[in-house]
């Protein structure tokens, strides 16, 4: 039956996000808020279990009653949104209006319980187990009639709550992801307010008759309570795993930085090594024999021991590690400054001229074709202060920085300058000492 997969689906997918919050609630016992959030993601994932036909009808014989399993399923529901409801006002309201607020909140959500549960033994639904249609099969019973209006007009007021307060709570808040987050809540609560209006449609038509919107109400209500279920999960822990997302996006970032900054840091800093701003630690120092053992198998730690014996050779920023990728990233950047300005007297017009021209002639513009000048200027200067050559006058300008003081740009321009230096053939050659010609004018070497 395809309500048992989507169900159980969605039971994996809201007991993990409950599961991913449950492990920061452990370290924080003491935060109302996260309690609250817990206790809903919690009762929303419950009624994917307790409503699944599968085990409906288990509950049903375990307990002796028939449909009690729909009595659950509501009321596991209902405890749900008065925590959502709670949460987002203890978000969202001044902290002398939150206890008044919230205590309205439960107040009404444990009235409209108790009358449910009293309605439900009151009515008669031993007719027969209904996991599937149970509201449009028992809409006209007794007492199940009022128990059913009772708790879609608590769950309309919830969903209207909710979309109300996200959307307004969005708008207010910095950080993104709980940005994203709170939409992600309002689109779900748009889908659950679906539910119950074709519910209360369907339900209110079924007095007066047969109700056209039985087959809503029994397909597409419950399909929309479950988009609504899955947006609520993602939504509630966005802010959480939201924030790890971007840290990898980071990392990630920071480490494709390093890399192509390092060929243009390396020359420069070996060429100028008073400009590195932090000595470099050898890795090995950070380890010992007493402690290995403890922390690796045999096997990891000869590979990595033979890794650091080649390190060395290869690369000599050996403190390169993940935490300290941003720092290294920083202090790339820094250096590569301090290194142009040094070089700055070895640097040749006829370089920035000749580069320029050969650039042009390759249909690059804009900062594409500065960054391959700026690389040129670098290798050829570098050539020339190693074999030498005096200091040239005048002095030319200041480095092509479109940045503009922003540091994170700053870094991607010179990574595009780290680029042209390791790969364009215009500047190996200037790094080699080949000579540089174009048709119509003289060689530069």
């Keep these: 039956m395809l309500q048992n997969v989507v169900y159980a689906v969605l039971a994996v997918i809201t007991w993990s996000a409950f599961a991913y919050k449950a492990k920061d609630l452990v370290n924080d016992r003491g935060n109302r808020e996260l309690r609250l959030l817990c206790l809903a993601i919690a009762t929303f994932a419950a009624p994917f279990v307790t409503a699944s036909p599968w085990l409906y009808v288990r509950i049903d014989r375990l307990l002796g009653y028939p449909n009690i399993a729909t009595l659950i399923t509501y009321v596991e529901v209902a405890v749900c949104l008065a925590s959502f409801i709670a949460l987002l006002v203890s978000w969202s309201s ?5 206890r008044l607020r919230q205590r309205v909140i439960v107040a009404y959500s444990v009235a409209t319980i108790l009358a449910m549960i009293v309605l439900f033994l009151l009515g008669d639904v031993g007719a027969a187990e209904r996991p599937i249609d149970f509201d449009v099969y028992y809409a006209q019973t007794p007492y199940i009639t009022q128990f059913l209006l009772l708790y879609f007009v608590l769950f309309s007021i919830s ?10 709570y969005a708008k207010a ?6 940005r994203r987050g709170l939409r992600t809540v309002t689109v779900g609560a748009w889908f659950g307010l679906g539910y119950s209006t074709l519910k209360t449609a369907s339900l209110i038509w079924g007095q007066f008759g047969d109700s056209p919107l039985a087959v809503a109400s029994n397909d597409i209500a419950p399909m929309s309570a479950s988009v609504a279920a899955a947006a609520f999960s993602v939504g509630f822990t966005m802010p959480a795993w939201g924030a790890g997302v971007s840290r990898s996006r980071q990392l990630y970032s920071d480490y494709r930085a390093y890399q192509r900054l390092y060929p243009l840091w390396r020359d420069l800093t070996c060429a100028f090594p008073d400009i590195v701003l932090l000595p470099s630690t050898p890795r090995q120092a950070r380890w010992s024999l007493r402690s290995l053992p403890r922390l690796l198998r045999r096997p990891v730690i000869e590979v990595r021991d033979g890794r650091l014996a080649l390190r060395p050779h290869t690369d000599p920023e050996v403190e390169h590690t993940t935490r300290d990728l941003g720092l290294l990233r920083h202090r790339q950047v820094v250096e590569i400054r301090d ?7 070895h640097y040749d017009s006829g370089v920035a001229a000749a580069t320029r021209a050969l650039g042009a002639d390759r249909g690059l513009t804009g900062d594409s074709l500065e960054a391959l ?4 200027q670098i290798a050829a200067a570098l050539r020339a202060r190693a074999g030498g050559t005096g200091p040239r006058t005048p002095q030319l300008p200041l480095p092509h920085d479109p940045a503009a003081d922003d540091v994170a740009r700053e870094a991607d321009w010179l990574a595009a300058v780290a680029e042209a230096y390791s790969t364009s053939p215009v500047v ?5 000492g080949t000579p540089v010609v174009r048709p119509g004018t003289s060689a530069l070497t």
């Excluded at 001044?94 to 939150?98: D, S």
């Excluded at 808040?173 to 709980?178: C, I, N």
């Design 339 to 345: 290194g142009q300005l040094a070089l700055r007297r």
């Design 94 to 98: 001044a902290q002398t209006k939150v």
């Design 159 to 168: 969903m209207s709550g909710l979309i109300r307060l996200c959307w307004k």
């Design 373 to 376: 000048v700026e690389a040129a």
């Design 428 to 432: 190996a050659a200037f790094r080699s």
């Design 173 to 178: 808040v910095d950080a993104p992801w709980l």
